[in-house]
């Protein structure tokens, strides 16, 4: 049975810089838990942040992959520079997805962390970009397909692909 990395806030946990969690009751997730499937992973937390801490953006919404590559940085809203802890928590997620064999991974959009699509834009006016986030940005590298909460029904979909046996 193939493993599912999932974002932790979307799993009710209260990890979110405000102390809150963006639990998802999507069926699809829901169930994949029942399964047990979901192996729930928050990088901010595991890169040294704490609960609640202060929000934090890529600056000019450069993306994931730039921060990774050193050529941006994720700032705190009083310009406090953290990349050091969102690198430390996406190259965690990825040793976290590479023990437990997994392939796919569901991430919380708009997250300088785990945003798959869509990030804010540095300025902390809630202006997005396409971009993706740090840890988004390391697992797409390293070959995990990732999803958005919103992408559930691809995610089963590449799911169901990843399962079926190869014809003899």
Same mark, same amino acid.
Request: charged letters at 25%; one cysteine or more; proline letters at 4%.
């Given at each position: ?5 999932v974002?932790? %806030?979307? !799993?009710g ?6 102390g809150?969690?963006? &639990? @998802?009751?999507?069926q699809v #997730?829901q169930?994949w838990? &029942?399964e047990g &499937?979901?192996?729930g992973f928050?990088p901010?937390i595991?890169g040294?942040l704490s609960?609640p801490r ?9 993306g994931?992959r730039k921060?990774l590559?050193?050529?941006s940085?994720v700032?705190?809203?009083?310009g406090a520079d953290v @990349?050091?802890? +969102? ?5 965690q997620? !990825?040793?976290?997805?590479?023990s437990?064999?997994?392939k796919l991974a569901?991430?919380k959009e &708009?997250?300088p962390? %785990?945003?798959?699509?869509l990030?804010y834009?540095g300025? +902390? ?5 396409s971009?993706s ?5 390391? #697992? ?6 990732v +999803? @958005?909460e #919103?992408?559930l029904t691809d995610?089963?979909a ?10 003899a």
């Amino acid at each position: 049975m193939e493993k599912v990395l999932v974002s932790a %806030c979307l !799993l009710g946990q209260p990890v979110r810089y405000n102390g809150g969690d963006k &639990r @998802s009751e999507d069926q699809v #997730l829901q169930r994949w838990i &029942r399964e047990g &499937r979901v192996v729930g992973f928050c990088p901010e937390i595991a890169g040294g942040l704490s609960v609640p801490r202060l929000p934090a953006e890529i600056v000019d919404g450069a993306g994931g992959r730039k921060v990774l590559a050193g050529l941006s940085k994720v700032i705190d809203i009083t310009g406090a520079d953290v @990349s050091a802890q +969102f690198i430390s928590g996406a190259r965690q997620a !990825l040793e976290c997805a590479r023990s437990n064999g997994i392939k796919l991974a569901i991430l919380k959009e &708009r997250s300088p962390s %785990c945003g798959t699509a869509l990030i804010y834009d540095g300025t +902390f006016k809630s202006n997005e970009v396409s971009e993706s986030g740090v840890t988004a940005a390391l #697992l797409q590298e390293a070959g995990i397909r990732v +999803f @958005s909460e #919103l992408q559930l029904t691809d995610a089963q979909a590449y799911l169901a692909q990843l399962e079926v046996e190869p014809r003899a």
